[in-house]
């Protein structure tokens, strides 16, 4: 069996709750106007022009997948985004010390307001296109207070700033009370308001990065897999225990161990709190991102590669399936015998062919400098285990294990294995090779994996 390196394991501090805290509010109320505000100009300026034409194709296209916008809109929005903030700038020089901030709402649009603590420079906003807000705090002041917060804050009220639309100063806590000391530690008039969510760093769960286990030693992730609304990762039975605590490549709590099976088999999974994010990926060559795409196991023969989080990438080729090995702590039964290296540290690390996930790194012998013979444990029985769904770049894999699609007995998310036989569509079909299902996957549509009867 591959022996771990011990390692210290390290807690992250994580965002517990969120307080929002401001300056005594004051009504934002809309400046009276007996119309409405004039219409933005149709004369193409220089602002707009530097908005639009000099835009970069990679920005347009970004628009378009993530604000869903055609071309012409994101040039639309663009140019008046330019224009807006060109006017902004102006007015905030015109108006001075009552000049409360400048937002631009409406998806193409881009209607400009300005806000003001003085109602006589409604006119003068409004003769620019712009919209007017009379509000209670100029910006100066709001920012004033932000820089008295910033001096004494800690890590427990990490986040600050000016809200121009509430026309507030904004703290946001990870400890409850923390944003009303720091208020009335500074002087800062508030009043408190509740927000649901904290800021908190996300990482990325990938298979062959490193892992550390509460009790010490260090393993390595196997695949990100999901079950239900909970994500996490498959990795080896003898890295830890149920209940057994992980922290990450980075160190920061990750999650911990919800199920272990060593001896016997090798398997186990690894639920991660919300900070972590499983990805369809394992690390390959020079920490490039290797796609899963799905688990079809691979024949005799098969070349197979494997990713460690001490060796990297290494790879090699299937020698025999359903092998049984004797460790000093007992035999496991039905792991897979292969000619990849691996070192202490590598297990519960991913073995993939071409895209199709194998397995998880159990033990072997030898090493990565004058080779080696290595088992894995098979992947699918895993998932079945526990239940679980395999992260792929196929996207949504459809219904969860045993939830069968419309038509037959056959469903995303379950595990296969040889000779089982579901129907789909009014049709029986055998299946020839083990497999996790996803999406796309039915029996009609991949023949190398169902036989018709």
Not at 341 to 351: F, I, K, M, N, R
Not at 361 to 370: F, K, R, V
Request: aromatic fraction near 6%; charge should be positive; glycine fraction near 16%.
């Amino acid at each position: 069996m591959l022996r771990r390196h011990a390692r210290a394991a390290c807690t992250a501090l994580v965002a517990a709750g969120l307080a929002l805290a401001g300056l005594q509010a004051g009504t934002a109320a809309a400046v009276p106007d007996a119309g409405e505000p004039h219409p933005a100009p149709t004369v193409r300026t220089a602002a707009q022009t530097l908005g639009a034409d000099a835009a970069a194709p990679e920005v347009l296209d970004a628009m378009r997948r993530d604000l869903g916008l055609s071309h012409a809109q994101a040039l639309t929005r663009l140019a008046n985004e330019a224009e807006a903030g060109a006017t902004a700038a102006r007015l905030r020089q015109g108006l001075g010390g009552a000049f409360a901030g400048a937002w631009v709402d409406g998806a193409e649009s881009g209607t400009l307001t300005v806000a003001t603590t003085r109602s006589s420079d409604a006119a003068a906003i409004r003769a620019t296109g712009a919209r007017a807000r009379l509000v209670t705090h100029p910006l100066t002041t709001l920012e004033r207070a932000k820089e008295r917060l910033d001096r004494a804050a800690t890590a427990v009220a990490p986040v600050r700033y000016v809200d121009v639309r509430a026309n507030v100063l904004v703290v946001e806590e990870t400890k409850a009370g923390a944003g009303a000391r720091l208020l009335a530690a500074t002087g800062v008039p508030r009043e408190l308001v509740r927000s649901g969510q904290a800021p908190r760093p996300l990482y990325d769960l990938r298979g062959g990065d490193a892992y550390y286990m509460g009790g010490g030693g260090r393993c390595s992730v196997g695949f990100p897999v999901t079950r239900g609304t909970t994500q996490g990762f498959a990795t080896a039975g003898h890295c830890g225990r149920a209940g057994t605590t992980t922290s990450g490549f980075n160190q920061v709590a990750q999650g911990s161990f919800q199920g272990s099976i060593f001896p016997g088999n090798d398997m186990a999974w690894v639920a991660a709190n919300g900070n972590w994010t499983a990805t369809p990926y394992v690390k390959g060559s020079g920490g490039a991102n290797v796609q899963v795409t799905g688990s079809v196991l691979q024949p005799v023969g098969s070349s197979v590669c494997r990713s460690g989080s001490t060796t990297g990438w290494h790879c090699g080729t299937v020698q025999q399936h359903n092998t049984s090995v004797t460790y000093p702590e007992g035999t496991i039964s039905g792991v897979t015998r292969t000619t990849v290296c691996a070192e202490p540290g590598d297990s519960g690390g991913s073995y993939i062919s071409g895209s199709q996930a194998q397995g998880v790194t159990s033990g072997g012998s030898g090493n990565c400098s004058s080779g080696g013979t290595t088992f894995f444990q098979p992947l699918n029985p895993l998932l079945q285990n526990y239940g679980l769904t395999l992260k792929t770049t196929g996207g949504d894999p459809g219904p969860g294990p045993g939830e069968p699609e419309p038509g037959g007995s056959w469903a995303a998310g379950t595990v296969y294995k040889a000779g089982d036989v579901v129907t789909y569509g009014g049709a029986s079909y055998r299946c020839l090779q083990g497999h996790q299902a996803q999406a796309g996957w039915q029996p009609p549509n991949v023949p190398a994996l169902w036989q018709r009867l």
